[in-house]
Each structure stands twice: as C-alpha cells, then as structure tokens.
C-alpha cells in the first residue's frame, strides 16, 4: 500500500491484515503499522521501484497519487508482472452539478470543478489506457466525504475546526438557503474496508466503485445540528443566499462551498454491492462527528477572525 496512515488507508491497511493478507506499506514515516515498511517519497522514482520490487505485491493499493506526473512515476516503476493497481481516486471526478442524484457509481461524468478534481480524472483515464496494453488489472475507487476525528468539513472550510469553534462560543453560522441541499459524510471505517474488499478480486479488475457509507446523505441544515449537537449546542443559523456566496469576489476563492458543498452531493453504490453482495456498513455519522468535536475542543483556541464564515457573514450583513 502506497500511503497506509491517513482517514481512510488506515481503515483499509486494517481490514486488509484482519483478512489474512500479507502486507507493505510505503510512506514517508516507515515504521508504524502491521507488516513490512519502506520509507520514502513517491516522488522519488528509485525509492518508490525499489520498494515496489522488494515486496512484488500482488495488489497495489496508491492513495497518494494526486497528479498524473506521480502516476507516471509511479507506472514507470511497477514491476511488469500480472497484478492488480487499486487507485484511490474521488467522487469528485464526477464534476458538478452532479447529473443525477443521488449518482450511482456508473453515472454519466459532467466538466470537473478544481484542480484536484480535474487531475484525479486525468490519472483515471491515462489508468484506462495504459492498463489496454499492460499484463496489470487497474481498480478504480472513488470516495465520498469521509469523517474521522481528524477530518471534518464545515459548508465553507475544508476544516471543521473554526465551525466547532463558532458553535461553542454561540456565534452565527452560515447556513447556504434554506440547507436543504445534501452532503454525504461517510464514516471512515465503511470506506476503507470498502477499499478493502476489491483487492485481490478478479470480479473488481477493470470496475470502478463509489466508496464510502450507503445512504448516509442528509441535509446540510442537519450536517450541521449533528455538530451542533456533538458540541452540546443549538446552532444560531444566519441563512445566506447560495448565489451570494458563488458571487461575491470579496470571498476567498478557494472556499470549499464553490468547488463541492455547493452542489447536491449523494452518491449510491450499485456496481459495488452486485459484486459484493455480503459487505456490511457499519455506518455510524454520530460517533465519528463526536470524535472529531472531541479533539477538536481539546485543543481550544478561538474562531479565527479571518475565517471564511466570519467573511461570508460580514459580507452579507454589510450588502
């Protein structure tokens, strides 16, 4: 496994040991997890094929692959024998506005939004190609938004701090209209054994699977009761117009409400469960937006001043 340590790899490297396999991981701090360790950058090609050599896995499982040059690097080194290349991509690659919902795993893709959604679809389709004329079966999965008590997103912020932060000192928090537009957390266990199960399975070579907890999408007016309620608060909601919040270049342009939380998020899993048919979720939203509070308010600093709500909030107060 290229990774192993983060939200979800963590989940999968366990629920990969649990089902009896032999396991590697390839990181930057070797030494930490079951089975062996190599530690490096998998930017560096020769440290990336010497590990990949050593090892001779049979499944290679990347989930830190976000650029095609990193896939390019990454193809160049694997050993030409008959494997199978799991990429861990995203649901992003979908684009937005979503052309379904909730979107299943074969839905139709529509132009991507952001950087990072644009170069995991990029490596998705140079996987396709090179795997046309390679001895290597390439998986591909994509994972909705996965929580655990080091990850969580507010409507605006790719990190959940300032929002818990607001919560605990009664401040107002933004909600987009009238929030009735979906999220879809997931809870980071369900997403990696999801991860998981594919490998080594010949009914996954060539597929690809939205990942993460099945039907687990809610509003985003109770995304964020539910971390209000972590907190042990009621939320004081100030409703802001989503066109607002799209428009105004006084906000930060790089505010997660313009690239995903914008747009109606829920996703199925059809393709996976017809292949998979016995994988059970363990889905449990609560507990994993509870621990994430929990760190969270341990650490105690105040809501930054310079945040995106706090600007969001000033703006539309001020139009």
């Known amino acids: 496994m290229i990774g192993g340590t983060g939200v979800i790899s963590h989940h999968t490297a366990i629920a990969l040991v649990s089902d009896g396999h032999e396991m590697a991981m390839f990181h930057r701090n070797a030494g930490s997890g079951s089975g062996a360790a190599y530690r490096g950058d998998r930017n560096n090609p020769d440290a990336l094929q010497t590990a990949l050599r050593d090892f001779s896995a049979e499944v290679d499982v990347d989930y830190c ?14 050993p030409k024998t008959d494997s199978q290349y799991v990429f861990v991509s995203t649901c992003d690659v979908f684009g937005y506005p979503l052309a379904k919902v909730p979107m299943p795993d074969s839905g139709p893709l529509v132009p991507t ?10 490596c998705e389709e140079e996987l396709r190609a090179w795997s046309g004329g ?108 989503p066109d607002f919040i799209l428009g105004d270049t006084r906000i930060p342009a790089d505010n997660l409400f313009r690239e995903v939380t914008g747009f109606d998020l829920a996703f199925e899993f059809e393709q ?16 994993r937006i509870g621990a994430y509070v929990g760190r969270v308010l ?14 969001v909030i000033d703006l539309w107060r001020s139009r």
């Open 65 to 78: 692959c976000y650029t095609r040059a990193q896939l390019r690097i990454l193809l160049a080194a694997m």
């Open 113 to 122: 939004v952001g950087a990072y959604a644009t170069e995991k679809r990029a």
């Open 134 to 241: 390679s001895q290597a079966a390439v998986t591909v999965v994509r994972p909705t938004y996965t929580l655990n008590d080091r990850n969580l997103i507010s409507l605006l912020d790719r990190s959940g701090e300032d929002l818990v932060h607001r919560l605990q000192g009664g401040l107002d928090v933004v909600l987009p209209g009238e929030g009735g537009q979906r999220i879809h957390p997931s809870d980071c266990s369900d997403t990696g054994r999801m991860v998981a199960a594919v490998a080594g399975h010949e009914r996954a070579f060539g597929k690809t699977y939205t990942v993460g907890s099945d039907g687990a999408w809610m509003t985003q007016r109770n995304y964020v009761e539910a971390i209000a309620a972590a907190v042990g608060v009621l939320p004081k909601f100030i409703q802001v117009d």
């Open 272 to 287: 996976f469960k017809s292949d998979f048919p016995s994988f059970q979720w363990h889905t449990d939203i609560p507990s």
């Open 298 to 311: 341990a650490l105690a600093p105040p809501p930054r001043a310079n945040s995106v709500e706090q600007r």
